[in-house]
């Protein structure tokens, strides 16, 4: 079983930046998918990025530029940069890990391990 824990959020003006991190513990495995979602309250779940077991990136076209996702297996931490924020990216962030070993950002593929989320909040 794992353990996520986001944090990192708060609020930053348009055009701020802004790191989110995500604490992971418990198992291990040598095929993974870890990624980022948002949502907002009565919305869908989007996926914002994802990384695999080799490092290999997935991020929505609404995010492709501006965020990156990283993770550091040395401090069991992923981290998602985020610049060039925009209103529209106001939401509570998730993090969230998948046991397989190809990544995708379709919402149903994701439903082994999420973390309680931390508020982005994005002024115009």
């Known amino acids: 079983q794992v353990q996520l824990m986001e944090s990192g959020g708060g609020s930053v003006e348009a055009g701020g930046s802004m790191r989110l991190s995500c604490i992971v513990s418990g198992s291990t495995y040598n095929d993974y998918c870890m990624g980022w979602f948002r949502q907002a309250p009565g919305k869908e779940r989007e996926g914002v990025a994802s990384?695999?077991?080799?490092?290999?990136?997935i991020y929505a076209d609404s995010v492709a530029g501006r965020f990156a996702i990283s993770q550091d297996n040395a401090k069991n931490t992923l981290y998602l940069q985020m610049n060039s924020l925009k209103p529209e990216d106001t939401d509570m962030y998730y993090c969230?890990?998948?046991?397989?070993?190809?990544?995708?950002?379709?919402?149903?593929?994701?439903?082994?391990?999420w973390g309680r989320g931390t508020q982005v909040t994005v002024s115009s």
């Open positions: 990384i695999d077991s080799l490092g290999r990136t």
């Open positions: 969230a890990a998948d046991v397989r070993e190809y990544c995708t950002l379709a919402d149903e593929n994701w439903d082994d391990y």
